[in-house]
């Protein structure tokens, strides 16, 4: 059976689906990530199915693309699983409690979202990773903003914002390195060009969130930071000392070690700080008569595995003391299988390579051109579920255009960035998306709107090309014949 193309209406079929099931979902679920989500991404993917068939394609075909989307999303479930565990003893080993401990001590609420910003975005740059730095520092930046009676969802909008900029200025990020592997320029090249757009970004965010602390009154006013202070402490031995952990996790990422390996040596070293520092509180969550051996090795092991709670005589710390542990990971995975799945029928198909094109056919000039690169790679997040291909799949469709237009490769990495790495965690179920909600324990739909970063980013981007601000070209010195500007695309 010959391969037919589809047409764009064909091709955009489940995706519509799909966008009235997510929607139907927000409406009548609760939390539509614990299973509503992911049979919609089935049922689209189904339809998807239907399509292919009917295209041509064949099952095997069909299911080996499944198995590839999977397979390139594995070393994110697998991350996921180990910030689980990571979470768990941190919280047990009292690094996270400490954290929150001293960041309540120091920090003012009125600069708190100002502070949360300019820290996330510190460690992401020196880690080159966003979501270790969420996984970690921003776990306890979480806790310090709800301790003082933000909204959450403003609380890692903030974080997020940081962890993004970080994560994309820095030249040990993997995406960073991808961008201008795929548009055909070299690293610092790369970094140098982003700044002039994330430059005024990340300062329209830091503005944003500046003046937000001191227009918004925290709601946690019937509670006394003191109350709080000593709630974590009556539970916890605190000290500078449990400091010593996040530090060397962030050291040993910044020598260049993988992240899993580094997240599992992170876990480790929040089992060996609980066994030395935190031993009356291993006890205190087991059975009286219980040795202290046994406490510890099941205390640590539910801390990894499964949910865990520190109870307090403030509500509010006792909330901020619980963790899933990589159980609590599983939604999130089971989101990251079912878009996986989505994602490959639709490649398989060649539905997304059909809409890509559509895109396209609309870049005409310089600002067209931006424009329709950063839709292709916000589309790419939406449908692809995964932020790299958000970078691969246009880099390679327009690398040749931007040239034809004479435009130097920065121009077009740079926009990758601006258009699919930073905003792949606004949509739910791609893998940033859920990973960071799970992480945060916050649904992406709520904390989308404060990611101000994410936001501004790809208009900023835009802007600028349609108003040819820094936008470089090849000259006819460089010996780089330019085409005619009335040349087909």
Not at 28 to 43: R, T
Not at 167 to 186: I, Q
Request: with cysteine.
């Amino acid at each position: 059976m010959d391969k037919k193309r589809p047409s764009i209406f064909i091709a955009l079929l489940p995706i519509v689906i799909l966008i009235i099931l997510l929607a139907l979902n927000i409406l009548y679920f609760e939390d539509p990530v614990a299973g509503p989500n992911q049979i919609a991404l089935l049922f689209a993917s189904a339809i998807a199915g239907v399509i292919a068939f009917s295209l041509g394609r064949d099952w095997v075909e069909i299911r080996k693309q499944i198995v590839k989307s999977i397979g390139d999303a594995m070393p994110s479930i697998l991350i996921l699983l180990l910030i689980g565990s990571l979470a768990g003893t941190w919280m047990i080993s009292g690094v996270v409690p400490t954290l929150i401990y001293y960041g309540l001590d120091v920090l003012h609420p009125s600069i708190f979202l100002f502070a949360a910003v300019v820290i996330s975005s510190v460690v992401s740059v020196a880690t080159g990773s966003s979501w270790s730095t969420i996984a970690t520092i921003g776990v306890a930046l979480l806790g310090i903003g709800t301790a003082m009676g933000f909204n959450p969802a403003l609380v890692a909008g903030a974080i997020i914002s940081g962890a993004y900029f970080g994560d994309k200025m820095s030249p040990l990020s993997d995406t960073t390195n991808l961008a201008p592997a795929m548009a055909g320029t070299d690293l610092f090249t790369h970094i140098k060009y982003m700044a002039y757009t994330t430059g005024p970004t990340i300062l329209i965010t830091l503005i944003i969130f500046f003046v937000l602390g001191f227009v918004i009154t925290p709601s946690n006013t019937n509670v006394s930071v003191d109350e709080m202070l000593t709630a974590i402490d009556n539970k916890f031995y605190i000290s500078p000392v449990l400091l010593l952990v996040p530090v060397i996790l962030v050291v040993i990422i910044v020598k260049k070690m993988p992240p899993l390996p580094a997240l599992f040596i992170g876990t480790l070293l929040g089992i060996v700080f609980a066994l030395i520092f935190q031993q009356d509180l291993l006890m205190s969550l087991v059975k009286e008569g219980t040795k202290f051996p046994e406490a510890a090795y099941t205390v640590l092991s539910q801390s990894m595995f499964g949910k865990t709670s520190v109870p307090t005589n403030n509500e509010n710390i006792s909330k901020l003391l619980t963790t899933g542990g990589m159980a609590g990971m599983m939604n999130t995975i089971w989101l990251i299988l079912t878009a996986m799945v989505f994602s490959g029928v639709m490649e398989s198909a060649g539905l997304l390579v059909r809409i890509a094109e559509g895109i396209v056919s609309f870049a005409k000039s310089t600002g067209s051109l931006v424009a329709s690169t950063v839709a292709t790679s916000i589309f790419m997040n939406i449908t692809a579920s995964e932020q790299y291909i958000s970078i691969v799949v246009p880099g390679r469709m327009f690398a040749d255009i931007y040239r034809k237009k004479g435009l130097k490769p920065e121009v077009l990495s740079r926009t990758l960035e601006d258009g699919g790495t930073v905003t792949s965690v606004l949509v739910p179920w791609n893998t940033c998306g859920a990973v960071q909600s799970s992480v945060l324990k916050i649904p992406t739909i709520d904390y989308a709107p404060y990611v101000f970063f994410s936001i501004i980013s790809p208009i900023m981007t835009i802007f600028f090309a349609y108003a040819n601000i820094k936008i470089r070209r090849y000259s006819e010195k460089s010996g780089y014949k330019v085409k005619s500007a009335v040349e087909k695309i």
